[in-house]
Every structure is written in structure tokens, then in C-alpha cells.
């Protein structure tokens, strides 16, 4: 049954609470969940799944800098067979955004070292690198706070 609260709303990534969502069929169950759930009713999402990447998926990276710099045309990102996938994650990104609007939500939690909701780690070339993948970016551009969840 659905009851009031008066938690705020937050989104969180869906491996994140379990979901299997990642690109290898696994989630990243955090240990700290509980701590969320007590403060906000979380609602999560994949970006990578609201774009249509199929799960398991291959592994995608951004080629150089940030998610900023996919938004701005200036890199892209690369499946580990070399196909450009920009155009998807950026997708991906719009269809967050879009749930965070329709909501009113202005709070992420999101999983580090994705090319899509990491926060301040990602890799470049499969190096773990400072920096933010395209969906945090985005939503950071669009005035919603994100904090990175390792
Ligand atoms: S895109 Fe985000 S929510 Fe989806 S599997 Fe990757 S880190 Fe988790």
C-alpha cells in the first residue's frame, strides 16, 4: 500500500539497489543503501537501459575528457568494438533529465566510474580518470545535484 512520507524525492542508479543492470548482467549492490532509503524515497533508473542498450551490453567508455565534453561535441563515446554510441547515451541522459523534470527532483545519486552516471571517476581508453560521465553532466548543467556513490 502506498503511504505519504515526507522523504524527498531522489533518483539513484538502478545497479546500485541491486538491479542487474550493468553491462555485464551484474549490479553494484552498495553497502551504505540504508542510509539512503531512511532520508529519500529513491527512485531508480539506468540511463543506459532508458536508452536502449540491450543488458548485457558491451562495455562503452568515453574516448577523451568528460561528459561535458560529450554534450558539447567535443568527444564521444566508443563501445569496446570502436562504434561511436554518443548519439544513444545522450538519449539516455534526455530520458533522466525528463523523469527528473516531470518530478521535480533535483537530487541523483549515482554510481562512480560509469561512462553515464559517474560522478567524479570514469575511464578514458581504460584508464580510471577525474571526471563526470554524460548523464551526470547533464543533469549537473540542469541545476540537479548529484553525489557519486563508490
Ligand atoms: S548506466 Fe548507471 S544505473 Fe545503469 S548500470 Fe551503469 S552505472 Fe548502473
Do not use: H, W
Not at 545522450?90 to 533535483?106: H, P, Q, R, S
Not at 581508453?125 to 563526470?132: A, D, H, P, R, T
Request: proline fraction near 3%; charge should be positive.
Amino acid at each position: 500500500m502506498l503511504t505519504l512520507s515526507n522523504k524527498n524525492l531522489a533518483i539513484i542508479s538502478a545497479c546500485v539497489i541491486g538491479v542487474k543492470c550493468r553491462y555485464n548482467g551484474k549490479d553494484s549492490l552498495s553497502k551504505y543503501l540504508n542510509i539512503y532509503k531512511e532520508k529519500y524515497i529513491l527512485i531508480p533508473i539506468c540511463p543506459e537501459q532508458l536508452a536502449g542498450f540491450p543488458t548485457p551490453r558491451l562495455k562503452c567508455e568515453i574516448e577523451k575528457g568528460n561528459g561535458f565534453d560529450v554534450i558539447e561535441g567535443k568527444s564521444k563515446i566508443l563501445n569496446e568494438r570502436g562504434l561511436d554510441v554518443t548519439e544513444k547515451f545522450i538519449k539516455g541522459a534526455n530520458e533522466v533529465l525528463y523523469i527528473c523534470k516531470t518530478f521535480g527532483i533535483d537530487l541523483a545519486f549515482f554510481k562512480e566510474k560509469s561512462p553515464s552516471c559517474g560522478v567524479s571517476k570514469i575511464y578514458n581508453n581504460g584508464k580510471l580518470c577525474n571526471g563526470c560521465g554524460v548523464t551526470t553532466a547533464l543533469l549537473l548543467k540542469n541545476n540537479i545535484k548529484v553525489f557519486g556513490i563508490e
